[in-house]
């Protein structure tokens, strides 16, 4: 473990960092932000997460559906997270271009919806269906290796806005289409993946009903980063925008 004693750490970004077990002790933390799968999480002596999954679930209702195992909160929940997602795709037309801008080096709007178009790919099609088909081209994959390029992704791709809902409406029809037939057994048995090495490899002995919520969480966590994303965005611009008609050239 590497331990840091009396260190300025002021602006370090841990991303992609597995910290778990790490502690954290007289520390100054002030206007820090902690985004990411957070458990047990204790803080001057109170385990905070409970907390904050009460507030995210009080902020997104669409959470509680997400982990039912209710069939018709299923299937509400797949058409709240397309909505949500057709809401945004309307606010990204009103703003050409705004797609392809990215912040504090995340995912752009367009590359989040790419991602998705994979992992409907990888966790419905593949894990849930079993279907040893290559996967949609302009979709964006893991980042780890050898699976960031492989089984039909084309990284050199560059799909407009258009060509990418366009796949993804087809997805989410797919996807609406299979939960109205699927049933309570079909969910709890073993998840028909293939015996190959194609991504995700530790999918293998899941449930269908976990690889679901894989798609739903991914569905919605992405969602709430780009939304996230577009906020930042827009107030810079507007900021900007103030400040040029306070100081005209």
Request: glycine letters at 6%; hydrophobic letters at 40%; a negative charge.
């Amino acid at each position: 473990m590497t331990r840091y004693v009396d260190e300025d750490l002021h602006g370090a970004e841990f991303r992609e960092c597995d910290l778990t077990g790490a502690r954290l002790v007289g520390v100054v933390m002030q206007d820090a932000v902690i985004d990411g799968l957070i458990t047990n999480l204790v803080v001057n002596g109170v385990e905070v997460t409970e907390y904050v999954e009460a507030e995210l679930d009080r902020r997104h209702p669409v959470r509680v559906l997400i982990r039912s195992e209710d069939l018709a909160d299923l299937r509400e929940a797949s058409r709240q997270l397309h909505a949500g997602w057709a809401a945004t795709i309307e606010r990204i037309r009103r703003t050409p271009g705004i797609e392809r801008r990215s912040v504090n080096d995340e995912w752009s709007a367009a590359q989040t919806m790419r991602h998705l178009v994979f992992v409907h790919d990888s966790w419905f099609r593949r894990c849930c269906l079993g279907s040893t088909e290559l996967f949609t081209p302009m979709g964006i994959g893991t980042t780890v290796e050898p699976y960031r390029g492989a089984h039909g992704l084309d990284l050199s791709l560059d799909p407009a806005l258009d060509e990418i809902v366009s796949v993804r409406d087809a997805q989410a029809a797919e996807l609406e289409a299979w939960l109205d037939e699927v049933t309570a057994e079909q969910l709890a048995a073993r998840a028909p993946v293939p015996d190959d090495d194609v991504w995700p490899p530790y999918a293998r002995g899941r449930l269908v009903r976990q690889c679901l919520g894989t798609v739903l969480n991914e569905t919605f966590e992405h969602h709430r980063f780009c939304v996230r994303d577009l906020d930042l965005i827009e107030a810079q611009d507007a900021q900007q925008g103030r400040l040029r008609t306070s100081h005209p050239a």
